[in-house]
């Protein structure tokens, strides 16, 4: 005699995954929630769009400092091959904070690769391996544009009364990336390593 399988008990049921779900979107891209923060949806909205700017060209930066982590050759591999790794955790932190003051003030943060790309003003490199010096340049002109975006957007949040936006701004992406600029900066200056 063959045992019949028996009925599954009704306290697993709802155990098992269900992967194939699909829905629409609850919130578009560029739209702010109302949420209970003393800011106009104005000053929400202006602070949304200008923190996926800098979190866009931010992800961008981070990535550049990985890929330079791996492909850096030369002289100074081992020292460029720690720093660019160090800076990169430093701007994965700041990709995160960004992420998270846009999710706090309602909006939706970028976080799509793709759509990254899009929205990224930072200039693509070369999918192959750049010389040390072309590195750093790319670097720090990549600082540059994200400083002077995350500087315009900080004063304008400070207008608007986003003291948040405006701090977050200040005190971390902009402080971070001058310190980085400096360090790689100090790397492109013609100096020999030993003298004769």
Known sequence: MTAKPSAEPSDQRGSHPLPRQDGGEIQRFGT???????????????????????????????????????????????????????????????????????????????????????????????????????????LLKAHESILVEARDAAARAAELGDDGTNDLLVSHVIRTGEAQVWFLAGHLVDTPPVRI
């Open 32 to 138: 702010v929630r109302q949420l209970p923060l003393g800011l106009s949806h104005e000053s929400r909205m202006y602070s949304c769009h200008r923190l996926n700017q800098v979190l866009a060209d931010t992800q961008i930066l981070y990535s550049l400092y990985k890929k330079h982590h791996w492909t850096v050759r030369g002289v100074t591999s081992f020292q460029l091959h720690q720093l660019f790794d160090a800076h990169a955790a430093e701007q994965l932190a700041l990709v995160d904070a960004l992420a998270e003051r846009v999710q706090s003030l309602g909006g939706v943060a970028v976080g799509d690769p793709r759509h990254v790309a899009e929205l990224s003003s930072v200039a693509r490199p070369p999918d192959g391996v750049e010389e040390v010096p072309a590195m750093l340049a790319r």
